[in-house]
Nanobody
Framework: QVQLVESGGGLVQAGTSLRLSCAAS????????MGWFRQAPGKEREFAAA????????YYADNVKGRFTISRDNAKNTVFLQMNSLKPEDTAVYYC????????????????????WGQGTQVTVSS
């Protein structure tokens, strides 16, 4: 049974940083990709970043590119999202998700392409 457990959320001030973690278990993730999505109140869940487990290829949404960095620790089956220069509009519940790796980058942007999801962690950025 696949489990994804997020941690690291919290309340921070604008301009500061936060690092989220996602611990994955329950299967071998070789050939998979891990994504971070976020959902603000009253809005749809949106893609933030993704990384392929085997090659480490990364993908970012335009509104986080240059501020967020996704990485993974294969030995610990853990994916990270380093978030710098946080803005109030980054406030959301952040979700970790897993999908099979695919050649087309746009595949990773779609919620429906992910098979497994974590419970989410709240990030609140005050102005």
């Amino acid at each position: 049974q696949v489990q994804l457990v997020e941690s690291g959320g919290g309340l921070v001030q604008a301009g500061t940083s936060l690092r989220l973690s996602c611990a994955a278990s329950g299967r071998t993730f070789s050939g998979y990709a891990m994504g971070w999505f976020r959902q603000a109140p009253g809005k749809e869940r949106e893609f933030a970043a993704a990384i392929t487990w085997t090659t480490g290829s990364t993908y970012y949404a335009d509104n986080v590119k240059g501020r967020f960095t996704i990485s993974r620790d294969n030995a610990k089956n853990t994916v990270f999202l380093q978030m710098n220069s946080l803005k109030p509009e980054d406030t959301a519940v952040y979700y970790c998700a897993a999908t099979t790796a695919y050649w087309n980058r746009s595949y990773y942007y779609r919620v429906e392409n992910y098979h497994y999801w974590g419970q989410g962690t709240q990030v609140t950025v005050s102005s």
